[in-house]
């Protein structure tokens, strides 16, 4: 659905400094990555694809992981160098930062084999991190980063984390923007601007309306109607980004209860949320940062609003602990289809309630 970046990302991957491409969980970055290595493929270099979501779990699978996406012809004159790798990782625990730290070595020379230019994809570049706590990786994400500058041409990366890896690197960054109506005419004809709408524009939600092949509007309310239900496949993608964002974040339950809030009155200013959150405005600021940090929100003008608006509805329709019926579902849908505001769930707390059910203080120590 992005075919349009790759000629660019492509030019970039062979001839520029690294590149790191951004956005939410769904927005088509492993996608992109995997067109590219085809391309690269077919023009006759070699790609190294490497998935450091799944990879970079412990300093030896990671090692193992990497080279393994080396296939043995693409490391030349530096063959002896891998093989060295390899025993490093294979030895003992106590070589894992020495195995780790040798290949990020090989990375940044390795820039062409057999006359053929190596390009580096790396996805969900942020998960280095998952090594700093091994011992003498600490500092890892920076020589991690440190590796991929050395590097002149042949490397793209992305993250779901864009906040975090601008404080960790020094990269270009290239942002992937939702997907409008007109990207998605060819693929869905009458029904594009609806199909825009109820997805927010990102891919992952986009496909289950193509899938289903809707051409009407009504089509797709009742489609999204349907997959936000309890078990449907939009709610199922947003429960578990939910989940996943919270657990990346700290506090969280009163993250959990931020984003309820938020949910309901997106827009609001740090001054506005401190008597809904019922905690001190340095406390909120820290939970607001919190989640900024790990992309659940976004600040703009020092307003408070979710990067992923599906999230958002999710949250307003299931994070309430009542189920949502399915005339608010229902609603939901026509008002996020026709452009219009949504109401409120008629059964979910007021803001003032939520103000109060926050303020309460108790004895439990919430876990950062």
């Known amino acids: 659905m992005r075919a349009e970046l790759e000629p660019a990302l492509l030019e970039r991957a062979l001839t520029g400094p690294p590149l790191l491409v951004t956005g939410p969980p769904g927005a088509g970055k492993t ?15 070699v790609p190294v694809y490497l998935d450091l979501f799944g990879a970079a779990s412990s300093p030896q699978r990671f ?67 998952s090594l700093a706590y091994f011992k003498g990786l600490r500092d890892v994400a920076v020589r991690f980063g440190a590796a991929l500058l050395a590097r002149r041409r042949g490397t793209i990366l992305t993250t779901s984390f864009p906040t975090a890896a601008r404080a960790l690197w020094s990269l270009d960054a290239h ?26 524009g990102w891919p992952r939600y986009a496909r289950v309306f193509l899938d289903a092949g809707p051409r009407t509007a009504r089509d797709v309310a009742d489609l999204w109607a349907r997959e936000m239900s309890h078990g449907g496949r939009l709610e199922n993608m947003a429960r578990a980004t939910h989940e996943a964002l919270l657990l990346r974040s700290r506090g969280y339950g009163i993250c959990k209860a931020v984003l309820q809030i938020v949910a309901l009155e997106e827009g609001l200013n740090l001054t506005q949320l401190v008597p809904r959150v019922g905690r001190t405005p340095g406390a909120t600021r820290d939970y607001l940062h919190w989640l900024v940090g790990v992309d659940a ?17 999710w949250v307003r329709l299931h994070g309430r602990g009542a189920p949502a019926s399915r005339t608010e579902i229902q609603a939901t849908a026509q008002a996020l289809v026709s452009g219009a505001p949504a109401a409120a769930p008629g059964d979910a ?6 103000e109060s059910v926050a303020a309460k203080r108790d004895s439990l120590i919430e876990i950062d």
């Open 31 to 45: 996608t992109l990555l995997t067109q590219l290595c085809e391309r690269l493929l077919e023009a006759g270099q």
């Open 63 to 129: 090692v193992a992981s990497a080279l393994h996406a080396l296939r043995a012809e693409s490391f030349g004159s530096r063959l002896a160098q891998a093989v060295e790798i390899r025993r490093l990782a294979e030895a003992d625990r106590t070589h894992g930062s020495d195995a780790v730290e040798a290949l990020f070595r090989l990375w940044a020379g390795l820039d062409e084999a057999q006359g053929r230019r190596v390009v580096l994809l790396l996805d969900e570049a942020t998960e280095i991190r």
């Open 175 to 200: 942002p992937l923007p939702p997907l409008g109506p007109e990207a998605l005419r060819p693929l869905a004809g009458p029904a594009a601007d609806a199909i825009a709408r109820a997805s927010f």
């Open 297 to 313: 929100l976004r600040m703009t003008k020092k307003r408070y609003a979710y990067v992923d608006g599906m999230l958002r509805h």
């Open 349 to 354: 707390p007021e803001a003032d309630d939520l």
